[in-house]
């Protein structure tokens, strides 16, 4: 065969190896095998020795969370090994992250068990491809490239595509799920709006242009990417009868772990390496698919019985993680999708002592929820609990910021997964930059949040979330989430400026930045997979956020069903789940719990739920940030979440009483007042601020140090003036 094919991608192969590794172990007797093997059987309960000791034809294990997967595929490995079944140096156990492929190695090395190869995929066909690439088309394998930014940044100027780092981000994960996907570059723009490919910052024809200008990029330096990895090892198995051949007589027996999170390209290539045998063992849970997004599909786990027919289906149920009351809530969760959603899924049984029962806590807001988060870590600590059993689980990054500020008031340590410490991220240095310059400028804004929400306008910040999916989405909502933290801070400081803001947002971000040692985990709920701790507190788990609202479709719901049952299942012996009626103190409460709890009854009960008082743990000696004064309307009495109605010191829709004639008079003393000072008539007094002294006629200067927008300083300096006017 010659030439080079339009796609490649790479994998080591090493033959020599079972010369050498057939010669590592001596020779035992068939009753000392015996013997061995049946030891390695009686370490596992009735469904993972059913496991092991499948050892012929197709094998699917639907392995439900906490049941002790990787011990029972393990074991399976260790026993056709002792029982003479399998040749260890021809069996290829494939795993998803080097992590899981280095547990694997280490537990068959416990087993005795040497020259098994437990590999990822890509690790597994750069080996083959790279060993086969010179015999086949001459020369070395084309080097992979160090990073797709570089790349991706010049196919998109040669499209006239102007982009930034998020944005190379969303790009190169388009590409990704494109190459896994088997979606050429000319197919994009067709078929990613029928996988719900929707991303803020671009529209599929655009991304369709960027990826065949990348693929252009690529052959032209002569690289290739960790995509073209697996397309390569494809190519040359598909392309020449001599490497498949060569690479099944290598490899007789197959395992593949997380099945479930295989995407169309790797269950290509799988299919290559069996070449129509059946010597498979897959293992996966659909209950805990969740990187749909990513190209994985659950259908390859699901309807494997249905390709197979001769297929030994086993389930693991026995769940070794969870007490009965965790897994109770769990089993409820999935429920609710009823058989169709959610085909093959197990339940499970808990063999663990009963625990305590699941919490779950409503709160006015998300600060009030980080407050409460953080008291009960800090008495979990008090009794004992290890800091690095704890974990606070969050659905977007977002979230983090309230949480890591409430622990680190505390001086709790955190350590974050799957996220940037708030003042880290890039989005939000940057609005801390450009509001440094508009302090040094001079604030001359109608008020502070206006100030902050115009400088970010210019940053890009928009009164409404962008449509679609990405970073663009990501960098709104934290950039939201400084615009409410400057709202809640212009609340409790109404005189306060632009300077006040920083030095408070650099007082944040000294305590969250200080070195910090082994702490309490807080992770998004991808992030958290695979992952366990004795104590998990889900938060944010309010309608809107999970599911996500851009989950639209009914599969994307079920996705976010899923990855709710992924972070209830890393609890071992306690659960917490929380949520917020509103975003920010003083809100009006219109947000209920997560749909996902309805079959628990809390959702059912919202009418009947109120926030929760403080309970033994909630209590601290230090009073929490949530119980600083929200503004009430003088009205109606209810919280006031806007800028301007704080500012008003009523709801803008509630009636007014206002003093025609000393408003009248206020305006005529600010005019006067603004020239002589030479400045802006705003910057005296807001307009609000005239309309709540007009509505409420202070006649002392206490009355008047309660009307918002008048602090100490504009007290000392206006005072008497306005006092004067209001009693005239």
Known sequence: MSGRPSRVAFDVFEPCRRWCCSRVSQPVSDLTRSASAEGLLEALDPEQRAVASALHGPVVVMAGAGTGKTRAITHRIAYGVQTGTFDPVRVLAVTFTQRAAGEMRGRLAQLGVQGVQARTFHSAALRQ?????????????????????????????????????????????????????????????????????????????????????????????GRID???????????????????????????????????????????????????????????????????????????????????????????????????QIVDVANKILDAAGPTGLPGRVT????????????????????????????????????????RDI???FRTNAQSENFEQALAERKIPTVLKGAERFFERAEIRQAAVLLRGQAKAGDLSDDLVTTVTGVLAGAGWTQEPPT????????????????????????????????????????????????????????????????????????????????????????????????FYVGVTRAKQQLSISWSTSRSPGGRGTRGPTRFLDPIGVRTARTEWTPSSPTSWERSSSAPRSSRPIPKCRVCGRGLLDPGARKLGRCEDCPSKIDQKLYDALIEWRTEQAESERMPAFVILTDATLTAIAETRPEDAQALRQIPGIGHTKLAKYGEKILNLCTR
């Open 129 to 221: 491809a790279r060993f086969f690439w010179p015999k086949v088309y001459g020369g070395e394998l084309p080097p992979i490239a160090d990073r797709k930014f570089p790349l991706l940044t010049e196919a998109a100027s040669r499209c006239r595509v102007r982009v930034d780092t998020p944005a190379l981000r969303d790009l190169a994960g388009e590409v990704e799920w494109a190459k896994v996907s088997n979606v050429r570059p000319d197919d994009y723009a067709r078929l990613a709006p029928k996988s719900s490919r929707t991303l803020a910052a671009f529209d599929p024809p655009t991304i369709a242009r960027i990826f065949a200008a990348y693929e252009d990029v690529k052959l032209e330096r």
């Open 226 to 324: 960790l995509e073209d990895v697996l397309l390569c090892a494809v190519a040359l198995l598909a392309e020449d009868e001599r490497v498949a051949a060569e690479i099944r007589r290598q490899y007789r027996t197959f395992v593949v772990d997380e099945y479930q999170d295989v995407s169309p390209l790797q269950q290509s290539l799988l299919d290559l390496w069996l070449g129509g045998r059946e010597d498979v063992c897959v293992v996966g849970d659909p209950a805990q698919t969740i990187y749909s997004w990513a190209g994985a599909e659950p259908e390859n786990l699901v309807r494997f019985a249905s390709r197979h027919p001769s297929a030994t289906v086993i389930k693991l149920v026995r769940d070794y993680r969870s007490t009965p």
């Open 348 to 387: 499970l049984r808990s063999q663990k002592e009963a625990g305590p029962a699941p919490v779950y806590r409503e709160y006015s807001d998300e600060v009030a929820e980080a407050d409460a988060v953080a008291r009960a870590v800090l008495k979990l600590r008090d009794e004992g609990v290890a800091l």
């Open 391 to 393: 974990a606070v689980l």
């Open 468 to 563: 679609g999916t990405g970073a663009v989405r990501d960098r709104w909502e934290s950039l939201s989430a400084l615009v409410t933290m400057t709202s809640d801070f212009a609340a409790e400081h109404p005189s306060a400026g632009l300077a006040d803001l920083m030095a408070e947002l650099d007082r944040r971000a000294s305590i969250q930045h200080a070195p910090l040692a082994e702490g309490v985990t807080l992770a998004t709920l991808h992030a958290a997979k695979g992952l366990e701790w004795e104590c998990v507190f889900i938060v944010g788990a309010h309608e809107g956020t999970l599911p996500i609202t851009y989950a639209q479709t009914p599969a994307q719901v079920e996705e976010e069903r899923r990855l």
